[in-house]
């Protein structure tokens, strides 16, 4: 009663201006959703007395002046994900969570800053992460975007040849700005990607993920937020104005949600120095320095003890002084409240806010920032500097999305109507996505593709056939046109039969004899399996790597019932061990088509009847049953074969595989070869005080200068031997002459995706860096790179690269090359040719 008796004798107080100035301000907010929401709006009379309305002033300057007008309550408001409106100064209120992992997302029951409820009322939904990952391409992982082919095509071949710059906005981005401009959005910041590497196949949020390795999970994080932002593919030209704002997740070795009781927020991940070097930390480095991400999330869990949001080594040292992060910190959900509440880190509400704050963290998506943070000022345990610090990193980044700068609809992104969210170009692109990340597993006597003529019936079967919610995996909005594997089925062949085979994807009541009857009437049998939500999600963790259930026994009642070898597809984020269904000649083919997203069931159906040729390569090493006796709270990576702890991932596991990284097949082969490098041999030069022979040199110690001009192209040939076009994924591998000493057993150095038609061949550029694809991590945690021979793989091709330590201070290498550029050469001179016209 006190306070509202005092905000009564100030509403008296107020002048005559500011009065019209607040009623103009409820006026808006009470108009229809067609007005989206924004400060400094010019037919408001204050706004020309606002320094920090004026767009020709630096956004550190109108920072600055905004933060000076706020009273201490004001500044604490702006400290949770749910700002309030500051009326008095125009400020409307603003929503700092939304979602958009592979679309604009939308969950039900919590507060985001998006909504479905107006004339805009789904959202194209892409295939989830991990199956665009499988694509290995990372245009794909931009382009998720608006560009016509023939710009893609100029953009993507000739932005190293003649510096013509088009820029492309990511669909996701795109549709977000729709929404927005629209009126059914309160924010503009979207908490995606999740950069997480896939360590552990029974993580339930390994779905969200690019996968298991470091490179491919940077790469995508610097083309997915370079794209929603609005930068260029190859960036650098972003500048101050932010499409949306991206924020890189979850910071860090964050990659457990609860298994057999053991939680994300009282787990406390005990990681070596080496692990973070080289595999935790590189995805959100690249994210940062390459990327530019405007946001940061720090994760739930500890590391070595310390709660990741309150780890100053970590958010302030690190991201802020070591890779220039400039952006903002959010906490994820009640990550602040629960180091007092439920990990003990802190003695009492008050430490856990000047924990955070004095890490660097700046916004709390929670209440509890909002709850204490005025009794730690006054027991002096946070400052109203520190307040003011994380306040000036969340107002730049609502100035930087436009949101100070008047009507949105007369500002760079205000052209972007709702014509643009569901347009027939992003759910071509759905389709296209779908396509090139699904992943064939096994087709024995190339039972596939189908003959469209000669299949006279059709059985589908199982719970995933026909279930538009799997196809979309977590993190989705309302789809635009979803079609699932049965009607996608049911397009080609339209005597079609479909029985689920279970109630649901656990299979705990399987109707096998309905299934039986169907599939032996058919003349070919396609079983839908796999999981869902209720097996793999954020806040469940698998205990098992099987199929749920009675899902094979269901399989293999219906291969026996067949009258030919069936074709089986798993719907699924996460590997499943199917090593029976691997061996078994009646299961003929298989498929992994992760969650496809909308377009996924017609994407599936071309690919099972030959209309796409399938090139997708599996982003995670798929484990037998027998890995769940290794504890999921193992953070390491590197194996102990003195304990028998078989490590993680490609790089350092040692243990039997269902399925390998990089696992694809196609209904083409393709061959390669490495051209003949320039410089086989990589001199180093040695600038260390140790006058002492080493076998290893610290890239620290080298300096940028050096390591700059080490590099060197290398070029891979790859020919489409097959009697069908196809896109294929050519990864690059290195591998040292002696592994061990926690050496990765190999890992990627480059990788790209190249269109071929059959015969045609094609040669791909990358650069290399000794400097990053050479080196590993020592137990220090330090970068090094051994003398010696590394060798160059792909396929069943190796090439040798020798390392050199020499007191040559001229540096060494071939000269610069621009990265993975894949040229056709029978498409040059038409290249060429189409630049030239649009030039004169």
């Known amino acids: 009663m006190h306070h509202l008796e005092s905000h009564k004798m100030k509403l008296q107080k107020l002048p005559l201006l500011t009065l019209f100035h607040i009623s103009s301000l409820l006026l808006v907010s009470a108009q229809s959703t067609d007005q989206p929401p924004f400060s400094c709006d010019s037919s408001d009379p204050l706004t020309k007395s606002y320094p920090f309305c004026k767009t020709t002033l630096p956004i550190n300057q109108r920072v600055q002046d ?27 209120g603003y929503e700092w969570w939304s979602e958009a992992l592979h679309g604009v997302a939308f969950v039900a029951n919590i507060s985001q800053g998006i909504r479905f409820n107006g004339t805009i009322q789904s959202a194209t939904s892409f295939p ?98 370079r794209g929603i932002q609005g930068d260029s593919f190859e960036g650098g030209k972003l500048g101050e104005n932010l499409q949306v704002s ?6 860090t070795a964050y990659d457990l949600d609860n298994w057999k009781g053991i939680n994300r927020f009282v787990f406390d991940a005990n990681v070596t120095l080496q692990d973070l070097a080289d595999t935790y930390q590189p995805p959100f480095q690249s994210c940062i320095q390459k990327g530019k991400a405007s946001g940061v999330m720090c994760a739930y869990n500890r590391i070595n003890g310390v709660p990741n949001c309150a780890d100053y080594n970590l958010l302030s040292k690190t991201a802020r002084g070591q890779w220039g992060f400039d ?6 959900c009640d990550a602040v409240s629960i180091i007092y509440d439920e990990q003990g880190y802190a003695k009492e509400p008050e430490d856990a806010v000047a924990d955070v704050l004095k890490a660097g963290m700046d ?64 759910l071509n692109l759905a389709l296209e996505a779908a396509r090139n990340g699904i992943v064939l597993l096994k087709n024995t006597d190339n039972l596939l593709p189908l003959s469209k003529t000669k299949t006279n019936s059709l059985a589908v079967i199982g719970p995933n056939a026909n279930s538009t919610e799997t196809l979309v995996g977590n993190y989705a909005g309302p789809p635009c046109e979803p079609i699932t594997p049965l009607q996608g089925l049911q397009s080609y062949i339209k005597n079609t039969n479909y029985h689920p085979g279970c109630s649901t994807v656990n299979c705990s009541s399987d109707l096998t004899d309905q299934a039986v009857k169907i599939a032996a009437g058919a003349d070919r049998v396609v079983l839908v399996m796999g999981l869902d939500q209720t097996q793999e999600r954020e806040a469940h963790d698998r205990v098992d790597l099987v199929l749920p259930g009675n899902q094979q026994k269901l399989i293999s009642s219906i291969v026996r019932a067949a009258n030919k070898p069936v074709i089986l597809v798993l719907l699924c984020g996460g590997p499943v061990d199917i090593s029976f269904a691997k061996n078994d000649q009646n ?41 769940i006796k290794i504890p999921m709270t193992d953070m390491r990576m590197r194996p102990e074969p003195s304990s028998g702890y078989p490590g993680r991932t490609y790089r350092f596991y040692q243990g039997p595989k269902v399925f390998e990284f990089g696992y694809g097949l196609s209904y ?28 290893y040199k610290s890239v620290s110690e080298m300096g940028p200068e050096l390591c700059e001009k080490s590099k060197f192209p290398v070029t891979v040939g790859v020919q489409n031997n097959g009697e069908m076009s196809g896109k294929h994924a050519v990864l690059l591998f290195v591998r040292q002459a002696k592994p061990g000493n926690g050496r990765p057993m190999k890992q990627l150095v480059g990788f790209n995706s190249v269109d071929l038609k059959a015969g045609e061949r094609a040669e791909i550029k990358f650069e290399l860096s000794p400097c990053e694809h050479l080196s590993s991590a020592n137990e220090g945690g330090l970068m090094v790179i051994d003398e010696g021979s590394h060798f160059l793989s792909i396929g069943d091709k190796e090439s040798e690269i020798t390392v050199a330590f020499s007191s040559d201070t001229s540096g060494g290498a071939a000269s610069r090359q621009e990265g993975a550029i894949v040229l056709p050469r029978i498409l040059k001179f038409f290249y060429i040719y189409t630049l030239l016209c649009i030039l004169f």
């Open 66 to 92: 905004l933060i000076s007008r706020l009273t201490l309550d004001e500044k604490i408001s702006q400290l949770v994900n749910s700002a309030p409106p500051i009326s008095r100064l125009g400020i409307p």
């Open 128 to 225: 989830q992460v991990i199956l665009t990952a499988a694509s290995f391409d990372p245009y794909l992982w931009y382009r998720i975007g608006q560009a016509s082919p023939i710009t893609n095509i100029l953009s993507i071949y000739f932005f190293s040849i003649t510096s013509i710059f088009l820029i492309r906005r990511l669909a996701i981005g795109i549709e977000a700005r729709g929404i927005y401009n629209a009126g059914q959005a309160r924010g503009m910041t979207f908490w995606t990607p999740n950069i997480n590497i896939y360590r552990d196949p029974r993580w339930g949020r390994g779905q969200e993920t690019p996968g298991e390795d470091p490179l491919v999970t940077g790469k995508y994080a610097v083309s997915f937020v």
């Open 246 to 251: 991206a924020c890189c997740k979850h910071f």
């Open 327 to 332: 952006g903002y910190i959010t906490a994820d």
């Open 363 to 426: 916004i709390d998506c929670g209440e509890y920032l909002k709850n204490y943070t005025e009794s730690a000022v006054k027991k002096k345990k946070v400052s109203v500097t520190e307040i003011d610090r994380a306040l000036h990193n969340l107002f730049s980044i609502r100035m930087r999305l436009g949101l100070f700068n008047g009507n949105p609809t007369k500002q760079p992104f205000g052209n972007v109507g709702s014509d643009q969210v569901c347009s027939q170009e992003h």
């Open 587 to 627: 299961i003929g083919s298989i498929i992994w088509a992760g969650y496809p997203g909308e377009a996924g069931g017609q994407a599936l159906a071309e690919i099972i009847f030959g209309d796409h040729n399938p090139g997708g390569r599996l982003p995670m090493t798929w484990y037998p049953q027998s890995f």
């Open 668 to 695: 083409s082969n393709y061959s390669y070869e490495i051209l003949p490098v320039t410089q086989n041999k990589v001199y180093l030069n040695n600038q260390s005080s140790d006058k002492m022979a080493v076998a």
